[in-house]
């Protein structure tokens, strides 16, 4: 049997995980945060990054089906999360 080891993120009580985790979400005042404060650079900005990949490599752009399908499946896996962790799994 291998001892299992007492470093990193994923050895802490999950308490201490998400005390960490909250923490990131808040290193950015809200006023600093440019996408949700301005539409239109997050949309620049999610352009650039689309064109930055080769268009033979653009699946999603080549087969809508798969982004829908790919789309759905986020959700669903996010919304799963959710009641998880409402208790209602």
């Given amino acids: 049997m291998t001892e299992k080891s007492k470093r990193g993120f994923a050895s802490m009580d999950k308490d ?3 005390e960490i985790a909250r923490q990131g ?7 600093k945060r440019s996408f949700s404060k301005n539409a ?3 949309s620049q900005a999610g352009s650039k990054g689309g064109s930055s990949v080769d268009p033979k490599n653009r699946v999603f752009s080549r087969d ?8 759905r499946k986020g959700g669903e896996a ?12």
């Fill in 16 to 18: 201490r995980q998400r």
């Fill in 25 to 31: 979400g808040q290193s950015v005042p809200s006023e």
């Fill in 40 to 42: 239109e650079l997050a």
């Fill in 64 to 71: 809508p089906m798969l982004a829908a399908a790919a789309g």
């Fill in 78 to 89: 996010s919304h799963r999360r959710d009641r998880e962790n409402l208790g209602e799994g």
